[in-house]
């Protein structure tokens, strides 16, 4: 199993609680696109969702974490 690193400074201003809440991809994927639509990169809301969807549930949690501040 690969670690999920978080990384120095996401690629947006975006901010997005997911602790506590539905650990469903679709649920991540919306508050994290959602997140990014409303940040100073709305462009990367695309991209972020190409990326996102390339593979499985952890690839999808370290491009979150890439994109925006997880919290």
Do not use: W
């Not at 997140?35 to 709305?42: A, D, E, F, V």
């Not at 593979?55 to 925006?68: A, P, T």
């Amino acid at each position: 199993m690969k670690l999920i690193e978080k990384p120095v400074t996401p690629l947006t201003d975006a901010v997005v609680e997911l602790t506590g809440k539905d650990g469903n991809a679709f649920f991540i994927l919306g508050q994290v696109r959602r997140g990014i639509l409303n940040s100073n990169r709305p462009e990367l809301a695309e991209e972020f969702m190409r990326e996102a969807t390339a593979s499985d549930y952890e690839h999808l949690l370290n491009v979150c974490m890439r994109y925006v501040d997880v919290r």
